[in-house]
């Protein structure tokens, strides 16, 4: 693993829980589920290896975060730290416009 990627990875992540809690990435939407997609797949594995079985649509919350930790499951680490890293970069512009 390439250890400038981790560290910009590590401190991307904190920067994210840095973000007041009714901050606006807070608000539910795509690329919050999409952070936990990757972070979940950077962190803990494949979902498809350790995500269990997927929850039941009624479970709408443990539903959504199945699913997009599942949509990364072709995506190496290094790959999924580097988008992480975009996203929250694009974010960051977004709320500075905001």
Request: net charge neutral.
């Amino acid at each position: 693993m390439n250890i400038n990627l981790e560290n910009n990875f590590r401190s991307t992540v904190e920067y994210i829980r840095s973000l007041p809690s009714e901050g606006p990435l807070h608000e539910y939407h795509e690329s919050r589920a999409i952070l936990y997609g990757l972070y979940k797949r950077i962190t803990v594995g494949k979902c498809s290896e350790k995500g269990g079985e997927q929850p039941s649509m009624i479970d709408i919350i443990p539903w959504i975060k199945w699913k997009y930790w599942n949509q990364c499951n072709t995506m190496d680490i290094n790959e999924s730290m580097i988008k992480y890293i975009s996203i929250v970069e694009e974010l960051k512009k977004e709320f500075i416009k905001n």
